[in-house]
């Protein structure tokens, strides 16, 4: 195989995850990578566990107190529309991720490179593959389906833990250790629609080139909802027509990055009205300098009765950065509509919701439900997961600390982030667990954009192993 990384550090780190790239692995869809992990431990006569869900335990002998390794093999399939792929996991499935380098720069052509977190997975796997490292007894816990749900997290035997001290390798921002995060919750919503006849006429809406990216991350920078814009501009199209479809987002936790939606007309003269309403409208997002926003005839399809309580039930709908943390600047709780789909007459919408505020997530859970029941949808509460509390005393903190500094001769920063990570998860499993967060830098996640800084792996490298020493006592 030949490697774009070749010559670059981590090397064995980077090989591993090239190999990873190779492997469709959307969220799910992780069978291949635990039948790889599994090969891999055999191989080197490592004691493993695979659960039905997906999850791999690898066990590497050491000196000293264990300590846990952990990440997820799943990730966020997103292409660029450039690529014409109507579906995401079939093009990854197809085609894989093809890594390219630019500069101090890891990205892929035209599709999310996988970093997050396939960069956890290739150093877990570096670690095992190099006896020469000195280390505490490692537990290297690779998880599926975080990107949905953290399901894997839940699922993982706690029996199969005994280490009390943990490192999450999900940041994304090197020289900054991760030490709490929002609890989240997902919510679908459903209404199924009686359809009409077909209309004389339509018109296709197209929003498209946003910027999308982490709805935990990048929610509280000035980025559009493509759904939420594609509907405010149907909900004025559809006046004197009735809404046929609409479809955006790839993934609930990602924000929308394009949305389509067709509206029929009874008669020419109604679909003339709709155009020029659409003629009058100024669109202003300075904020999102490729925002595409298109209409044009189109064959009319079977329409929704009623389509009109969507459009309300939309308006009513909480959306972006709800509360925030005025005096140190951090996003308390956030709802982000991240994907929505028309089949048939059926409906859905998909939904993630973000607090760290215990009560304010039951409060934006109750609102979303309240302007669901009034419209005629029902909302179903799916998957939720704990936030991880800062804990005061850390001796696992302190260690990456000081091997930071030894490193870079630079003071670490610490952070609460609002994106969810399985830390708080695992927390409530293992009594008494020390866990911190670590990464290395990746840009754009969740995005065709999606970059990883080489540079900011090196160094999440080197003190990854750095602390690995300093715990082997």
């Known amino acids: 195989m030949t490697y774009v990384t070749e010559g670059r550090q981590p090397e064995k780190a980077l090989r591993f995850f090239e190999e990873l790239c190779a492997i469709p692995r959307p969220s799910g869809g992780e069978a291949k990578v635990a039948d790889r992990l599994c090969e891999f431990a055999k191989a080197r006569g490592l004691e493993y566990h695979r659960d039905e869900l997906g999850d791999v335990v690898i066990k590497r002998p050491g000196v000293g ?213 659409f003629a009058e409208l100024k669109f202003d997002y300075p904020h999102e300098p490729e925002l595409k926003i298109t209409l044009h005839d189109a064959a009319p399809e079977p329409a929704l009765a009623d389509g009109e309580d969507l459009f309300e039930m939309l308006a009513a709908l909480p959306n972006g950065v709800q509360a925030r943390d005025e005096k140190n600047g951090f996003v308390l709780t956030s709802l982000n509509c991240g994907v929505i789909s028309t089949d048939g007459g059926k409906l859905r919408a998909t939904l993630s919701l973000r607090s760290s505020v215990a009560e304010n997530m039951v409060a934006l859970k109750e609102t979303v439900i309240a302007a669901a029941e009034k419209f005629g949808f029902k909302a179903i509460v799916g998957a939720e997961y704990p936030g991880w509390a800062f804990r005061e005393v850390s001796p696992l903190r302190d260690t990456l600390m000081s091997a930071w500094k030894r490193v870079t001769g630079e003071e670490m920063k610490v952070q609460s982030i609002h994106a969810g990570l399985e830390c708080g998860l695992f927390s409530a499993k293992l009594d008494g667990l020390d866990a911190v967060a670590l990464g290395p830098t990746i840009h754009d996640c969740h995005t065709p954009q999606e970059s990883l800084d080489l540079g900011s792996l090196e160094r999440t490298w080197k003190t990854l192993v750095a602390a690995l020493e300093m715990l082997a006592k």
Request: aromatic residues 2%.
């Open 65 to 277: 107190e264990p300590l846990m390794l952990q990440g997820h093999t799943d990730m966020v399939c997103a292409v660029a529309p450039e690529k014409g792929a109507g579906d995401a996991i079939a093009y990854l499935a197809e085609h894989g991720v093809k890594p390219i380098l630019d500069g101090d720069l890891l990205h892929a052509d035209g599709t999310t490179l996988g970093a997050d977190n396939g960069v956890a997975v290739a150093m877990m796997l570096a670690i095992l593959d190099s006896p020469e490292l000195k280390a505490p007894p490692l537990e290297c816990v690779f998880t599926v389906q975080e990107e949905t749900g953290l399901f894997g997290a839940k699922a993982v035997d706690p029996s199969l833990i005994t280490a009390r001290r943990m490192i999450n390798l999900d940041s994304e921002k090197d020289g900054m250790l991760t030490v709490s995060c929002a609890g989240g919750c997902r919510i679908a919503i459903e209404r199924e629609f009686s359809v009409s006849e077909v209309g004389e006429c339509a018109l296709r809406l197209d929003v498209s080139g946003l910027l999308g990216g982490h709805s935990g991350e990048q929610i509280h920078l000035p980025r559009e909802n493509a759904i939420h814009l594609c509907a405010r501009i149907a909900g004025l199209l559809r006046i004197g027509g009735r809404l046929a479809w609409i479809r955006g987002g790839e993934a609930d936790n990602a924000i929308p990055r394009s949305c389509s939606a067709l509206i029929v007309y009874s008669s020419a003269e109604r679909m003339a009205n709709a155009k020029n309403r």
